[in-house]
């Protein structure tokens, strides 16, 4: 049986790589997915694969009943929450029942994301857990993503992964820093695309595609999936070289302005990694 609706592929392949694709999803009833096995799985991965996510919100005129997390998120997963705030698995690919899951699920799309981009590369695979209104501010990931949700509902504000939403100062930041979150501004409420997603909705991101994200009240979880390709992992390299380029007086290279692939900035990258000048 397969896990995504074959009506829903015409869309994607359309969309990839370079505009957010909804998809419909056959994991809701998923065992793996269910917040017991979740709760398990978090007992056998790392302790460093579980963490926490989100901001708790406030929703206008409702009082905040919700109790204190225990600082633990695996306790926290483990008595069924609630929390404020919630659970992230990390990297649900170590363990053999979610890698085959993840690779059965690869073997759908990738017919769709291979022939855009290539083979997917360093595929990942998370799950978010919560238990009532939370939010992740506007941020961006270095990676194409895949959002399936589970089970509740989540609103996800999809923005283009360009100026002024993304520009070259942000994504060296975070080549340099690890800093993900970009400035908000409220006039970037109108603009962002919000999609709905309840349980059986996915959507495929583009590459860096910034987005903000409320799951809604009650137990929300989500599988999500990101990877690189050949081309994102230059682009990377080629961000990398920048710094030194300007020491030298060159122009940097911005992925919003040069559409080509950057292939001869990555592999000089490559090497001046390699001679530890970058
Ligand atoms: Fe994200």
């Known amino acids: 049986m397969s896990l995504l609706d074959p009506v829903s592929v015409p869309p994607l392949a359309e969309a990839y790589p370079c505009a957010p694709a909804r998809l419909r999803h056959y994991l809701a009833e998923e065992p793996l ?10 007992r056998v991965l790392p302790r460093s694969e579980v963490g926490e996510w989100g901001e708790p919100c406030e929703v206008a005129g409702l009082p905040r009943a919700v109790p204190q997390a225990p600082a633990d998120p695996l306790a926290l997963l483990q008595s069924g929450g609630p929390g ?10 170590r363990l053999p029942g979610y890698r085959a899951l993840v690779l059965r699920l690869v073997r759908e799309l990738e017919p769709v994301i291979a022939r855009a981009t290539g083979p997917m590369q360093a595929l990942r695979a998370r799950a978010f857990i ?11 990931n270095p990676a194409y993503m895949l959002l399936l949700q589970i089970r509740g509902d989540r609103v996800l504000a999809a923005y283009p992964a360009a100026p002024p939403f993304l520009d070259l ?3 060296e930041a975070h080549l340099r820093e690890g800093t993900k979150r970009l400035e908000w501004r409220p006039e970037l409420a109108a603009v962002g695309h919000q999609h709905v997603l309840a349980p059986g909705d ?6 860096a595609a910034p987005h903000w994200v409320h799951s809604g009240e009650g137990l929300s979880i989500a599988l999500a999936l990101s990877w690189q390709c050949r081309r994102t992992r230059a682009e990377a390299d080629a961000l990398a070289l920048n710094p030194l380029l300007r020491k030298v007086g060159l122009p940097p290279y911005d992925p919003a302005v040069r559409r080509a692939a950057p292939w001869l900035r990555a592999a000089a990258s490559r090497a001046g990694q390699r001679l530890g000048l970058v």
Do not use: E, I, Q, Y
């Open 33 to 42: 997915l269910s917040l017991p096995a979740l709760a398990d799985a978090a």
């Open 84 to 93: 404020r705030r919630g659970v992230v698995l990390r990297d649900l690919m």
């Open 130 to 140: 919560s238990w009532t209104n939370l939010r992740t501010p506007f941020h961006f």
């Open 169 to 171: 100062a942000r994504r």
């Open 202 to 207: 996915g959507l495929c991101l583009p590459h």
